[in-house]
């Protein structure tokens, strides 16, 4: 069955994109990109390719800081290494949203 937010034209990796399960991905990359976020704000984040994955995941401090955690700070240092991606829930914005951790 096709999850009917897969039809939006999304640049970045999001939950519904794991098909509601664990998915064990090896990092290719990561390079800073530059966001826009709603009423056009831009910001700068990591974002980190995959192996065999056409989206890269956008990082959030949590999961910036639990990748670090494993592998050390220096980015280069993350490619070749894997990872658990998984999809859940967290607050934001006084509301429920979806996400991966």
């Known amino acids: 069955m096709t ?3 897969t039809m939006v034209d999304k640049e970045y ?3 519904f994109h794991l098909g509601g399960r664990e998915v064990t991905v090896t990092i290719e990359r990561v390079q800073r990109v530059e966001l826009v976020g709603e009423k056009g704000k831009k910001t700068k984040k990591p974002a980190v390719w995959f192996v ?3 989206k890269p995941l956008a990082l959030n401090m949590t999961n910036g800081a639990t990748i670090a955690a494993m592998y050390g700070n220096e980015v280069e240092a993350w490619v ?3 990872i658990t991606l998984y999809p859940t829930t967290t607050e934001f914005g006084g509301r429920s949203c ?3 951790r």
């Open 13 to 15: 990796l999001y939950a």
């Open 80 to 82: 070749g290494k894997r």
């Open 98 to 100: 979806e996400c991966i």
């Open 52 to 54: 065999d994955k056409e």
């Open 3 to 5: 999850h009917w937010k």
